[in-house]
């Protein structure tokens, strides 16, 4: 049985190049980062996530939450092959059930926060945005995107970006786990203008603060649909 289950609906991406000096010391053992077109990405990506089940059971008040994190991506070589997954700096979630359960097991970095979201359709544009309450200061991320979906073209940054099937967290220089995200490929709307208030230092440590002065290259819309996540596995180096 799947650890968890869910739907991800209308994921917003901004998706900033960067030096991949910054993220060196994040690198979970075994992984190496995963560039696309000579660029190394670090991605802030809000979404919600409906009917949430944890092992096939739904937990009352929190089966419906928004989540907000910031990610990389990196790929692991195993049996021929590379597995292509992201590794998380940070994930803000507004139930502290669900903080204690991905921390507990899966030894992630959630937080919880005052969180809100918005998602309406108004003159054929949808409007798609998320907030959170950190140091009694306001964050967020919204879009306005024309409402019709669009396959994503295989090779290109959309692919890169949502096409990334494990998750690998770095529990210390010789350990790491390794969990699986399976979902059907993902149509994304195309955006029309886009607004990002976010204090990166304050939220994410000094580490980031670089990004509170830089442009994302890309910022997109994916429809989302239903996921699984599979339980983890230890790789030990």
Partial sequence: MSFLTAQWKNLIMANYAINPEYLKKYI????ELDIWNGNCYVSLVGFLFKDT???????????DFE??????YVKRFENGEWKRGVVFIQE???KKAITFVANTFYKENYKTLFMQHQNKLEAEVLKVGYSWQNQKKT????????DFISPIEEGSEAAFIMEHYFGYTKYNQNKTYEYEVKHQKWKQYYIKNY???VDFEHTYGKDFTFLNHLKPASVFLAEGSEITVENKRKIVL
């Fill in 28 to 31: 979970p053992a075994g992984t």
């Fill in 53 to 63: 089940r944890v092992l096939g059971f739904r937990i009352p008040k929190h089966s």
């Fill in 67 to 72: 989540e907000v994190n910031l990610r990389f």
């Fill in 92 to 94: 803000i979630v507004p």
């Fill in 139 to 146: 964050n967020h991320i919204s879009v306005n995107a024309y």
């Fill in 195 to 197: 607004d990002i208030q």
